[in-house]
């Protein structure tokens, strides 16, 4: 068993699609970055990678590398996925927290947790997604920003019979 935890944050802005946990979730403010901003998706991206000891999200997809503007952060999510079974691990759980003052995610969690139980090719009950406000503390708390933790655990998978 090997654990990873991954967090990451952007900036809110005007006129921009707001993608969390790879749906669209309707709001008047997006999140701003060089991929399309899944803050949540990048936080997955590197427990997982973090949890097979493989790097970080900025190692393997650079901001800088035109390939990735605008990305479906879910590509590089199953990308990521990929690198992490390749080395001989597997998802087991996730868990993760959504910091939000803007919009309101409660009616959204549960489409959340279905995309991305089926990205990580999870049973829904094991994905959790939280989410809850800063209080009206900071960038998060005053509605410039959302962030995102999440936690995950890998294990091996038992060898397919007649594999030495
Ligand atoms: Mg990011």
């Given at each position: 068993?090997?654990?990873?935890?991954?967090?990451?944050?952007?900036?809110?802005?005007?006129?921009?699609?707001?993608?969390?946990?790879g749906i669209e979730v309707p709001s008047p403010v997006g999140l701003l970055g060089h991929s399309d901003g899944d803050v949540?998706?990048?936080?997955?991206?590197?427990a997982l990678l973090g949890a097979a000891a493989l790097g970080d999200i900025g190692e393997h997809f650079p901001d800088t590398d035109p390939a990735y503007k605008d990305a479906?952060?879910?590509?590089?999510?199953?990308?990521?996925?990929g690198k992490v079974r390749t080395a001989g691990l597997r998802p087991v759980n996730l868990d993760a927290n959504i910091l939000?003052?803007?919009?309101r995610l409660a009616p959204h969690k549960a489409a959340?947790?279905?995309?991305?139980?089926?990205?990580?090719a999870l049973a829904p009950d094991c994905v959790s997604i939280?989410?809850?406000?800063?209080?009206?503390?900071?960038?998060v708390g005053r509605g410039e920003a959302i962030?995102?933790?999440a936690v995950v655990l890998l294990d091996q998978p038992p060898r397919a019979q007649g594999e030495s």
């Open positions: 068993m090997r654990v990873g935890i991954g967090y990451d944050i952007h900036r809110l802005v005007p006129d921009r699609p707001l993608r969390l946990g949540l998706l990048h936080a997955i991206c590197d479906d952060s879910a590509a590089l999510l199953i990308v990521a996925l939000a003052q803007r919009p959340i947790r279905a995309r991305v139980a089926e990205l990580l939280k989410a809850r406000t800063h209080e009206g503390l900071d960038a962030a995102a933790h």
